[in-house]
C-alpha cells in the first residue's frame, strides 16, 4: 500500500516543471522565428533570380534561332513554355526583355539580388521586402 501512495505522488508534472518547459519552448521559439524570416526573404531573391536566368536563356535561344531579328514578349513565351512570363516574387516588375539588354528586376536588380549598400539589400544582396 505504501509503494502505491509513493508511486501516485510521483506520478504527475508540477506546475514549476509545466512552466520551464513552457519557457524553454517559447525561448527556443523565439530564437528561430528571425532565422525562418530571414530563409524566406533570401528565397524570394533567389527565386527572382531564377526567373530572370530564365528570361535571358529564352532571349539566348531567340537569337540563336532567329538571329538579328527582334523578339517579342510572345516570341520569349515559346521559349519559356509559359502562358505569361514569370512574375518577381517580391511584385517587382522585369525589364529589359529586348535582346541585347541584360533582363532586370525594378525591387531585385538584375540578378535577383539589389545593388550592395542599396537602402533595401541585406547583408547577402538580396531585397529585404519588410523594410518597404
Not at 506520478?11 to 530563409?39: K, Q
Not at 523578339?71 to 519559356?80: F, K, P, W
Request: glycine share 10%; hydrophobic share 40%; with cysteine.
Amino acid at each position: 500500500m505504501k509503494l502505491f501512495i509513493f508511486l501516485r505522488r510521483y506520478a504527475a508534472f508540477t506546475l514549476i516543471e509545466a512552466l520551464v518547459v513552457v519557457s524553454i519552448v517559447a525561448i527556443l521559439a523565439v530564437s528561430i522565428i528571425p532565422e525562418v524570416r530571414s530563409a524566406k526573404v533570401v528565397g524570394r531573391g533567389k527565386a527572382c533570380g531564377v526567373n530572370l536566368k530564365l528570361i535571358e536563356l529564352a532571349k539566348d535561344a531567340w537569337q540563336k534561332d532567329h538571329p538579328g531579328q527582334p523578339a517579342t514578349v510572345n516570341d520569349l513565351l515559346i521559349y519559356l513554355h509559359r502562358p505569361s512570363l514569370p512574375s518577381c516574387p517580391d511584385g517587382g516588375v522585369y525589364s529589359g526583355l529586348e535582346i541585347g539588354e541584360k533582363a532586370s528586376c525594378s525591387l531585385n536588380g538584375v540578378e535577383g539580388h539589389e545593388p550592395k549598400g542599396s537602402a533595401n539589400s541585406l547583408a547577402n544582396g538580396c531585397h529585404d521586402s519588410a523594410q518597404q
